[in-house]
């Protein structure tokens, strides 16, 4: 069972780079979420998709777009990276978007940005 | 606003101790609750959730939470520690006003626990 795939897994960019990271589940989920974890500040949403075909912000959205490709992929883009972008990030699905759903989470992308 | 508190960043125990690893909420209305625990180079998974019906919660691999509304507390325990105990758990609250949703879902910092032999 792949559950929540991302990639890459590491990746180094330049000031002003764009990239786009890929997640894909594969659990017939519903909703889907992008995090970024930073050291001694927990996880922070940054966009999330209820269901195929809607998006919206989450807590820290700037500097970053989102498109849900369809049901199992949700892709984030990076169109000029920063420094303040070095993070780990996280893609997450839940079956549904009640409050009280579990999460399953990706195995996370370590982004370093020169 | 939500918010999630957990105090002590950093935990070490001893194999064989108890764990205790305390979080404490702050919400208008009492909150959905969660444990996650991220162990070396993985995502999240969840331990145990509170969703408002018993308010000691069993969770995976021996874990358990009380949800303590008088303390405003969700403190983790665990009888005795393992080596393999050994990661970052994080505490997180969801409002259950929320409009139905869990993109309100607040994490707090993590604490990391270590196990020593």
């Known amino acids: 069972n792949a559950g929540v795939t991302q990639t890459p897994k590491f990746q180094v960019l330049k000031t002003g780079q764009s990239m786009t990271l890929q997640c894909a589940q594969d659990m017939n989920h519903n909703s889907m979420y992008w995090y970024r974890q930073d050291p001694g500040m927990g996880l922070r949403l940054i966009y999330y998709?209820?269901?195929?075909?809607?998006?919206d912000k989450g807590e820290v959205p700037n500097g970053y777009n989102v498109s849900r490709l369809n049901k199992r992929e949700f892709s984030l883009r990076l169109e000029s990276a920063a420094p303040s972008q070095t993070s780990v990030y996280f893609c997450?699905?839940?079956?549904?978007?009640?409050?009280?759903?579990?999460?399953?989470f990706g195995s996370g992308t370590q982004l370093s940005v020169l | 606003a939500q918010s999630v508190t957990q105090l002590g960043s950093h935990v070490s125990v001893s194999e064989g101790a108890l764990v205790l690893l305390r979080c404490n909420y702050s919400s208008s209305v009492p909150p959905y609750l969660f444990w996650y625990v991220q162990y070396p180079n993985q995502g999240l998974q969840l331990l145990l959730k509170y969703t408002s019906a018993a308010t000691l919660v069993k969770g995976i691999n021996g874990f358990e939470a009380e949800f303590k509304k008088s303390e405003t507390s969700f403190h983790l325990t665990k009888p005795s520690a393992h080596m393999s105990d050994a990661a970052e758990y994080f505490c997180a609250v969801s409002p259950t006003n929320s409009g139905g949703s869990n993109y309100k879902l607040t994490f707090g910092k993590g604490t990391l626990l270590t196990v020593n032999p």
């Open positions: 998709s209820a269901s195929e075909g809607t998006t």
């Open positions: 997450a699905s839940s079956e549904r978007r009640g409050a009280n759903e579990k999460l399953f």
